[in-house]
């Protein structure tokens, strides 16, 4: 006995992960045995119907002529022989077997330069008048026999060859056979030079794909035609963009929070590095006043940090692809951002109107948007300062979010750059913040379908504005 647990099995794979036994075809190759199955099926098919039609007709041209003589001979007068009276059709019948048969003896009458014709009981019958004409078949002498009732009981019998028109039907098969499948062959021809040409533009795509794969390299593939896979190329080189322009937003935004993490890092460094210096033994202690300054400092440091951390996950959240299917309330929005906004705005007062407004979307990205609005209106608002807060239609399919406030106002030249990331007006860089919250403002309106936009307020302060589509609440 052997024990079938000590014997090893392997599957050996090809280095594409296909069984040795089970090797695929190419896309061409399937493309160009596709062609020559289609054209294979089409000739078969009419090469059957041909064959079909040519064989009822000439099988039909052979009764025709048969049952014709066959009356032209039981219409032939008599003719006198040495022996006795045979019907004249006797002498003009060397192409056939003829015979008249009488219906009562059951004697058949031939020519003794001829054969007899097949005689059987369908013949009978129609020399006794059981039947008015008899058209068969004889399998055994390979011929087709027909009889027809004559004068007296008897019948005049008549038998054709075959061979000759089942000879005309091989030959026709050969030759539909030979044609189809040099058709075939042709076809399969063209369809391999069709595929080659065909899945050019998948070859070069495919190319570029490993490429990208391998090299990171993103240039677009050159684009030839205006068929399908031209704009299949068109759609590739699309994303081609769509990934490099992803790529290069986020080297610009590394580059950027590296450039705005330096300057408090620098700071914190140094401010860490001034106590640890003043707590070793037999350095100068520092004055209180002094130490009380810099721990401060570290903490203004440490929350920017913070802050621009957060700011920074807060992008990374917006840029993931997320449906947006929520039924968003937008006064509900602006109200919850004025909650949050009022428990750290002081002794600034809101002044809200707003008008109902129901659009689909992200009700927490919104929230956060009109958060950032109003904590920028705060931070550059002064003290005992209104801040104008209004949602109103626009009568266009669209609502505005408007944050008015009191402060210094938004410089001519610093208006189309105020929702860029990591930029700060000469205003902002002495108060605190990331640079990233209108930045984020930005995003979440351009992910509803919206806009922003910065202008100046009749306070004289900055007047922002988130644009959304939607319809009235």
């Not at 109200?335 to 750290?344: S, T, V, W």
Request: some cysteine; aromatic content about 4%; proline content about 6%.
């Amino acid at each position: 006995m052997t024990d079938e647990a000590a014997v090893p099995t392997v599957n050996v794979t090809d280095p594409r992960g296909d069984r040795w036994g089970a090797r695929r075809f190419s896309l061409r190759g399937r493309v160009t045995l596709l062609a020559a199955a289609c054209v294979a099926g089409a000739v078969a098919l009419v090469s059957l119907c041909a064959y079909l039609i040519v064989q009822s007709n000439l099988y039909q041209q052979l009764d025709d002529n048969l049952l014709a003589r066959a009356e032209s001979a039981v219409q032939s007068p008599q003719v006198q022989t040495q022996l006795k009276q045979v019907p004249g059709a006797f002498l003009a019948s060397a192409d056939l077997q003829i015979g008249q048969l009488n219906g009562l003896t059951g004697e058949l009458i031939y020519p003794q330069a001829g054969s007899p014709p097949p005689v059987g009981p369908s013949e009978l019958r129609v020399a006794t008048g059981g039947l008015p004409q008899s058209l068969r078949t004889d399998q055994a002498t390979g011929t087709r026999v027909v009889a027809l009732p004559a004068d007296h009981g008897e019948a005049m019998v008549l038998a054709q060859s075959m061979a000759p028109t089942k000879r005309a039907l091989n030959e026709l098969a050969v030759v539909l056979f030979l044609v189809g499948g040099a058709g075939i062959v042709v076809a399969a021809g063209a369809g391999t030079a069709v595929a080659r040409a065909g899945l050019r533009p998948v070859d070069r795509l495919t190319s570029a794909a490993e490429r990208v794969a391998q090299t990171g390299d993103l240039r677009p593939i050159p684009v030839s035609g205006d068929d399908e896979l031209a704009r299949l190329t068109h759609s590739f080189n699309t994303m081609l963009g769509t990934v490099a322009d992803s790529q290069e937003r986020q080297r610009q935004l590394v580059a950027d929070a590296g450039h705005e993490l330096r300057t408090p890092l620098t700071s914190l460094r140094t401010n860490l590095e001034l106590l640890l210096s003043a707590s070793r033994p037999g350095a100068r202690a520092l004055p209180d006043e002094d130490r009380a300054e810099i721990e401060a400092d570290i903490r203004g440091q440490i929350d920017e940090l913070t802050q621009l951390i957060g700011d920074l996950v807060e992008l990374a959240r917006q840029d993931e692809p997320r449906e947006l299917t929520e039924r968003v309330e937008l006064v509900d929005v602006v109200e919850r951002a004025l909650d949050r906004a009022r428990r750290r705005a002081g002794e600034i007062e809101f002044d809200v109107t707003m008008q109902p407004w129901v659009l689909t979307g992200d009700n927490s990205a919104l929230e956060r948007a009109v958060l950032n609005l109003l904590d920028n209106a705060v931070k550059f608002s002064p003290r005992d300062a209104r801040v104008r807060v209004s949602l109103r239609p626009l009568g266009d399919g669209t609502a505005v979010v408007e944050v008015a406030d009191s402060g210094p106002g938004i410089a001519e030249e610093d208006l189309p750059k105020v929702f860029d990331r990591f930029y700060r007006s000469s205003e902002a860089r002495t108060l605190p913040g990331s640079g990233l919250g209108l930045a984020i403002v930005k995003h979440a309106a351009e992910r509803h379908g919206g806009a922003v936009y910065a202008n100046r307020a009749a306070e004289g302060g900055a007047l922002l504005t988130i644009r959304l589509p939607g319809a009235p609440g």
